[in-house]
């Protein structure tokens, strides 16, 4: 049966610091775990089991997992719970996400169990953290200044989270490490043409650190909205920007499908 958390985290982990668990078991606060398809990116309409760690070190304003975030709830899941969840699924492919998964060191000790018992594995990370870990597509999302969540952005109102957010979401060398180390797909939420500036911006200096540097159809734009209402109205302009920038366009496949459902 899917997870779906609601144990309400302390304000103090909003960041996605450590908590305390009840075993001396390794474990990863789980906000929700489930079978769906992969809706972004070179897999997507691929089967595949979504583990959804709670705990984020940055404060997207249009963040589509808010309570993994912003108000962050999870129950408290050992790793030999999370893959024993895993295996009741017929699928070979894990997405493990979040929030930002890679927060959490316990998350290397998850994806060493799954590359053990022969699971593809997929990071979704925003880019900022680095760790050595059996991942077989890193996919990074780096959050553009258009992510920064403004006083007038700001979901709860009163933007304490800007400056913090805009020191944090952009770290070079750790993306171009991301890049040498492991298949890559960098990820670009867009809301509007003014993105694609610092997207250009961005490639290229990634492209400058890394020692092999990632490829146009490395790069994807995909369009912002956590509904099919909001989907509408940006992914056309965005897919005429792929064309036009010579990158690769991904879609919202999940909000396509299901909407703003949780647990898909």
């Given at each position: 049966?899917?997870?779906?958390a609601?144990?309400?985290?302390?304000?103090?982990r909003?960041d996605?610091e450590?908590?305390?668990?009840d075993s001396?078991?390794?474990?990863l606060?789980?906000?929700?775990l489930?079978?769906?398809?992969?809706?972004?990116?070179t897999?997507?309409?691929?089967?595949?089991?979504?583990?959804?760690?709670?705990g984020?070190?940055?404060r997207?304003?249009?963040?589509?997992s808010?309570?993994?975030s912003?108000?962050?709830?999870?129950a408290r899941?050992?790793?030999?719970e999370?893959?024993?969840?895993v295996e009741?699924?017929d699928a070979n492919h894990?997405?493990?996400t979040?929030?930002?998964p890679l927060?959490?060191e316990?998350?290397?000790?998850?994806l060493?169990r799954?590359?053990?018992?022969g699971?593809?594995t997929?990071?979704?990370?925003n880019?900022?953290?680095?760790?050595?870990a059996?991942?077989?597509l890193?996919s990074?999302?780096?959050?553009?200044a258009?992510?920064?969540?403004?006083?007038e952005?700001?979901?709860k109102?009163?933007g304490?989270?800007?400056?913090r957010h805009e020191?944090?979401?952009?770290d070079?060398?750790?993306?171009?490490?991301?890049?040498d180390?492991y298949?890559?797909?960098m990820?670009f939420?867009?809301?509007d043409d003014?993105?694609l500036?610092?997207i250009e911006?961005?490639?290229s200096d990634?492209?400058?650190?890394?020692?092999?540097?990632p490829?146009?159809t490395d790069?994807l734009?995909m369009p912002?909205g956590a509904t099919?209402e909001q989907?509408?109205e940006t992914?056309?302009?965005?897919?005429q920007?792929?064309m036009e920038?010579g990158?690769?366009?991904t879609?919202?496949l999940?909000?396509d499908?299901?909407?703003d459902a949780?647990?898909t």
């Amino acid at each position: 049966m899917p997870v779906n958390a609601t144990e309400p985290s302390d304000g103090k982990r909003a960041d996605g610091e450590r908590e305390g668990a009840d075993s001396d078991e390794p474990s990863l606060p789980i906000n929700e775990l489930f079978y769906s398809l992969q809706g972004e990116g070179t897999l997507a309409g691929v089967p595949s089991v979504f583990v959804r760690t709670s705990g984020c070190n940055l404060r997207c304003w249009f963040c589509d997992s808010y309570h993994t975030s912003w108000e962050p709830t999870h129950a408290r899941m050992t790793v030999d719970e999370i893959v024993a969840e895993v295996e009741s699924y017929d699928a070979n492919h894990v997405v493990l996400t979040g929030g930002e998964p890679l927060v959490h060191e316990e998350s290397v000790t998850l994806l060493d169990r799954l590359s053990e018992r022969g699971y593809h594995t997929t990071v979704e990370t925003n880019g900022t953290i680095f760790r050595d870990a059996p991942i077989d597509l890193a996919s990074v999302s780096p959050k553009l200044a258009s992510s920064t969540p403004t006083p007038e952005t700001d979901p709860k109102g009163d933007g304490e989270w800007e400056d913090r957010h805009e020191e944090r979401r952009i770290d070079v060398e750790t993306l171009a490490a991301l890049v040498d180390a492991y298949d890559t797909q960098m990820k670009f939420v867009v809301t509007d043409d003014g993105d694609l500036e610092e997207i250009e911006e961005l490639v290229s200096d990634v492209r400058a650190t890394a020692d092999e540097p990632p490829s146009d159809t490395d790069v994807l734009l995909m369009p912002e909205g956590a509904t099919r209402e909001q989907l509408d109205e940006t992914r056309e302009r965005v897919a005429q920007l792929a064309m036009e920038f010579g990158y690769r366009y991904t879609p919202r496949l999940h909000v396509d499908l299901w909407n703003d459902a949780p647990g898909t």
